[in-house]
Structure formats: C-alpha cells, structure tokens
C-alpha cells in the first residue's frame, strides 16, 4: 500500500492527525504501507504497490506532474481523499470516469452523508462539491446532505474511488467515516468472513466498587452464558481528600473479581489510577483534558513505571491482566509505544496525534497499528444506573455498515439487572456473537514477568525458559496450577490451552498474592462449613478407627 499526502501547512492543525488515524486503520488489513509527502513522490513508484492512496488535506498543494500521470493512467486500485481533483484534466475525467470537479466552491452546512439507508453525521467542514456527467460509469456511493440539494459524497468509477473531503478528519462512532471504513474492503479486494462480534465488558471497577452490585452483574452474565471481561483500576485516588486506596486492601472485592475469573472473566488492566489531578475516574491518567494535551510531567520512566505498579497490584490480588486500556483513550505517542512494549493488546479508541479532535474510534479489530498492538475497539458509550439500552443501540447499527463488525459493551455495575438482559437480548436478535478474550493469543511483558493466553494449544515449555516457572488458572477450577519444580511437576506434557491463564517467572520470583475469599461471605460461610464437616469426618473415622483396634486388641488379649 503507497500512501501519498499534502503535508499540512501548520504543524498545530488538526489535519496532521488525518495520516496516523490512516494507517492505524489499514491495520485491519494485512498489508505493508509505504507514505510519501506529495513533494517526494517518483514516477512510476504508483506500479510498484499494489494499492495507493492520494490523501489530499491541503487545497492548492501543486501535484507533481508524474504524480498526476501516473493517478491517471493505473490500472491498480487508487483512493482519493479530498483536494486537488481540479489538477486533473476535468474533460478526461468526465470521459473517463463519468465525473467531474463541481463549478462552485467547496460548500459549507452539509452535516449528513446517506450510506446504504443510514444518516451518517458529517462535521461542519467544506465539502468539495461533484457533477456526474455519465452516470452508467459512475457509481455514488454516498450522498452528503443538509447545505441544498443532496450532492455525491463517495463514488466508485472502475479503479478509482473518490470521496468529497477526507473522512479521517473526525472519528465520531455514527460519522461518514464508516464509508471509508467499509469501502477499504473493497479498495484492497479483501474479503473479510462476515461475522458480529461484541466484547462485553465490567467497565469503571475500582478499589471503591460496590461488591455486591458487582457480584449480581457478574453472577448475571454467568447465567446468560456470555463470556466477559473485567477493566479494574487498581488503585483509588483523591488528592483532595489525601487517599489513596489499593485494591488489594479490599479483600472481599478482591473475593469477587477472583470468582469472575475462575469463571472465565478477562481482566484488563484500566490504567495505573485513571488520574491525574482529579479523582480517580475523573480525568485522564496520560492526558491533560484541561489544555487538550499529553501530561508534561509524564516521562517515559514514569509511565514504565506506572505501568508495571498497575500490573504488580492486579497480580498482588490474584488477578493477571491479558490486556491494557489507556484510560480516556489519551495518551502521546510515546506513552502508546511504552504501552505497547508490555501489553500485546488493548480495549481502546487511540489518539491518533496530539492535535487531533478526539481519540479515533474503530468499528472493527485493529491487527496491527501504529505500534504494533493488537486494538479491540473500544466504540460506544456506557450502559450506566440510567440503564439506556436505546443510546446503546442507536450506535451499533452504524457500525454494522462494515462486513465484519466488532463492538465492545461497556456495562457498569451499577446498571440495571433488566436493561443488561434486555440489551444482551438485542445483540444476540442482531446476531452478534460474544467473544472470549483469554481464549485469544495476548501477552503482557515485563522484566522478570509473562502472562501468556492462547487461541489454539501449545506446549507450556513454549513459555517457561530454562530457570523459569509459573502457574496457570484454568476456567473453572479454583486456585492455580503451580510449576515451580522443573524436571519433577510434569510441565513437559503440560499445554496452554484457549481460556486458561499463564503467569511465568524466574524461580524463586512467584508474585505474591494476599488472602481473599472467592464468593465473598457467603462462599467463605459454605466452605467453611464444609471444611468443618470434612475434619469432623475424618476425626469420626480415626476415632473409629481407634476403638475399633483397641476393640480386636481386647478380644486378643482374653484369648490369650
């Protein structure tokens, strides 16, 4: 994939986001992308790829006359976004294509864009206005609406597509990006399986979480039968107030997420404190929301260290992560690239650049982006106490525009018993299938640390080098598997199979976990009973045992 751009004259403006968000896109797909500054483009450089894309974000942006001949004459797939149609010769485009650059000025109030039956929303910007002069070899895609009559927003005329503005100027979850979004499938030929997947995910846990809501949600999901992760921020924060609070201090909370886990629960690791000035769950950890820019004070030791401390505690309470989320979605981009050096994959819109207007929502996986990580998507807002199942849904329906569709529920624990089953009925009548995250390869990465999920079985040697061990959770079964005896616990016939968890070591490293009830009272209350019952049981067969030899000693002794 070639991608060429207009460099934006202001390093400040918002079109300098336009080009990451791209390419984080295009990591949906499997393919390798070259990018060129119009300035640098070479003849013939279009045949050397397979694909190319002509980002125009810049009016006026004089074409490099190769660049142009070259757009003009390819057979291979090309997608222009934008400005500078009008360097191309108007009468053998009209000929050629069926279209043509529109007599008036780009024009302003066109706030909608019709797609396939759905009102996509637009941002108030110019739109570059088109005239469709043989409609038998022009296909409009799309139509904006709003600022007079509906004009073209999107057609498809043999190789090439053309869309009226660039649509990765904003991200909005119902915005006419998803045509573009849905469009690259057919740009780059690739036929992604048609299939609904939906992430359903416990948002917003921390040490100050209700327990008992939190169990009835999870003990709800359960009884659906719908695997589900859990994002926790580890650590509570007031400065304010002075308090600062760990979750493993909240033993019987711990109790709780430890029994979703066994369960099968993912955890994902939701930050540090998901702060920075406020309380926790107030702001941004990496983000200043105040100036609309990345922390001054966060270096790239300190979010190192961040990160480690979130991962140390959700370990210190028996609670591996198998993937990040960056609180609010914001961070810089060497606070991303430090994320992604110690997480495999993460639940998130991203930050596509510092001067962008809002973090880049996908409605779909992301392979690869822009630092290599794995992104679900994080694509739509809460379900909360209000329990407003509809605004849920009123954003679903637009992202099931692209072929192969991915969105993550966030539900809260305090949201309503009613509204979760009624919006789990919903996904399951539109045919969006609930994926399990541990049962998908991640890895989180530290210095003397693994954490290690799998798609498919493989040997558990794979992962415990010589001079490492570890213990594995198993879906179902209570406490861990431990390895910590190379050549004698049998590791060698051992497989990390989909769903279960592995945490590897250097020996004599095994993270420490302090002491919770899974279950809460209740569970603590049965165990113990049957604890009770099972040492009166075997105090009862000693006894009996004992009486019953002194028993046969008597009958000896009289016989002798």
């Not at 000929?95 to 637009?122: C, D, H, I, K, N």
């Not at 539109?430 to 990465?445: A, F, G, L």
Request: hydrophobic share 40%; glycine share 8%.
């Amino acid at each position: 994939m070639l991608v060429v751009y207009d460099p934006p004259t202001e390093a400040s403006s918002a079109l300098t986001s336009s080009l990451p968000a791209l390419i984080a896109l295009l990591g949906h797909f499997d393919c390798r992308v070259q990018v060129l500054a119009t300035g640098a483009y070479q003849g013939g450089e279009i045949e050397d790829h397979d694909a190319t894309i002509y980002l125009g974000l810049r009016a006026g942006t004089k074409l490099p006359r190769a660049l142009l001949r070259d757009l003009s004459r390819t057979r291979k797939p090309i997608c222009w976004m934008g400005a500078n149609l009008d360097q191309m010769e108007a009468r053998a485009l009209a000929r050629a294509r069926g279209f043509r650059p529109g007599a008036a000025e780009p024009q302003m109030g066109y706030t909608r864009v019709l797609y396939r039956g759905q009102l996509l929303s637009r941002p108030e910007l110019p739109l570059s206005l088109l005239e469709i002069v043989r409609p038998e070899k022009c296909q409009v895609l799309a139509r904006a609406e709003g600022g007079g009559p509906p004009v073209p927003y999107a057609v498809h005329c043999g190789n090439l597509w053309y869309f009226s503005d660039p649509p990765i100027q904003t991200f909005a979850s119902d915005g006419c990006y998803l045509v573009l979004c849905d469009q690259l499938h057919a740009f780059l030929g690739v036929s992604h399986p048609k299939e609904r997947k939906v992430l359903i995910r416990i948002s917003g846990v921390t040490p100050f979480t209700n327990p008992d809501a939190l169990r009835t949600l999870s003990n709800l999901l359960r009884a659906e039968q719908v695997p589900f992760a859990i994002s926790i921020t580890p650590v509570y924060r007031d400065p304010a107030r002075g308090i600062e609070e760990p979750l493993s201090k909240k033993r019987r909370l711990v109790g709780i997420l430890r029994e979703a886990q066994t369960a099968g629960a993912a955890v994902i690791a939701d930050g540090y404190t998901h702060q920075s000035f406020g309380r926790t769950g107030e702001d941004a950890e990496w983000w200043d929301t105040k100036r609309d820019l990345p922390l001054a004070s966060r270096s790239e030791a300190e979010t190192r260290r961040r990160v480690e401390k979130s991962v140390a505690e959700l370990l210190r309470c028996g609670l591996p992560p198998v993937a990040w989320a960056t609180p609010e979605g914001r961070a810089s981009a060497g606070d991303y690239a430090v994320f992604a050096e110690h997480f495999s994959t993460a639940c998130e819109r991203r930050q596509p650049a510092e001067t962008a207007r809002e973090p880049q929502v996908f409605p779909f996986l992301i392979l690869s982006d822009n630092y290599g990580q794995r992104i679900l998507p994080d694509n739509l807002p809460s379900l909360g106490k209000e329990g407003k199942v509809e605004r849920v849904l009123e954003q679903i329906h637009p992202q099931s525009l692209v072929p192969d569709p991915w969105v993550t529920v966030d539900i809260l624990p305090d949201a309503p018993p009613d509204a979760v089953r009624m919006l789990l009925a919903e996904l399951r009548g539109m045919e969006y299938r609930p994926v399990d995250i541990r049962r998908m390869t991640n890895w989180v990465k530290m210095e003397n640390l693994g954490i290690y999920t799998q798609v498919a079985p493989r040997p558990l040697t794979d992962f415990l080098p010589k001079g490492w061990n570890g213990f594995m959770l198993v879906p179902g079964k209570r406490g861990s598997e431990s390895f910590d005896r190379p050549g004698k616990d049998g590791r060698e016939a051992v497989e990390l199979k989909p769903g279960a968890v592995l945490v590897a070591y250097p020996a004599g490293m095994r993270p420490k976990q302090v002491f919770a009830f899974e279950g809460g009272p209740e569970a603590a209350s049965h165990r113990l009973v049957l604890w009770v019952a099972r040492v009166a049981l075997v105090i009862g067969l000693i006894l009996v045992g004992a009486f019953g030899l002194a028993y046969v000693a008597q009958l000896l002794a009289r016989r002798a």
